[in-house]
């Protein structure tokens, strides 16, 4: 029989497993109506001041909130790897089951071209620790899927990551 920390632990791994999934295809609308990633969650809920509205006759532009609403806020806190690179304090957020903002991560190596910028980006939960473990330059066997980096939950947006 399954304890109850370990039942509830594996509600909150089904929880932002689904929840990784919907941001997902949010992220991927949003690259549809604008064109490019969304350069941090929070793009999903507010546009951006450098984003046009929604043409209709383009076809073009934010044609958000493309989730909501925002089940919380985003907290910058360094020391657990929730920098500004993720988000500003404050800015609507996707927290996953253990109430910890999710984050859209971009990778940093330099000379990436779109599409393996796009092949590596990837949503993350930081898990239960609440410390985000998952380095920009992590990459999944099977991307698709989700994956685990210590306890951080990783979805890919895309796939497979290339060379």
């Known amino acids: ?5 370990s ?6 791994s089904d929880v932002t497993r689904v929840q990784l999934s919907r941001l997902r295809e949010a992220t991927t609308a ?38 909501s ?13 929730f920098t500004t690179a993720y988000g500003a304090a404050g800015s609507p957020a996707w927290v996953d089951g253990w109430k910890h903002a999710v984050v ?11 599409k393996a910028l796009e092949d590596r980006a990837r949503l993350v939960s930081a898990g239960p620790d609440g410390s985000i473990q998952t380095s920009p330059g992590t990459d999944a066997p099977n991307p698709l899927d989700p994956l685990q980096v210590g306890d951080d939950l990783v979805l890919y947006l895309y796939g497979p990551p290339g060379p």
């Open 30 to 67: 949003y690259r549809d109506d604008v064109g490019a990633l969304p350069t941090m969650l929070a793009d999903l809920f507010v546009r951006p001041p450098s984003i046009p509205a929604f043409d209709p006759l383009a076809g073009k532009g934010w044609n958000g909130p493309y989730v």
């Open 104 to 114: 859209l991560q971009l990778p940093t190596t330099p000379g990436l071209g779109k």
């Open 1 to 5: 029989m399954l304890r109850g920390s």
């Open 69 to 81: 609403p925002a089940s919380g806020t985003y907290s910058v806190v360094d020391a657990s790897g």
């Open 7 to 12: 039942v509830h632990e594996d509600a909150r």
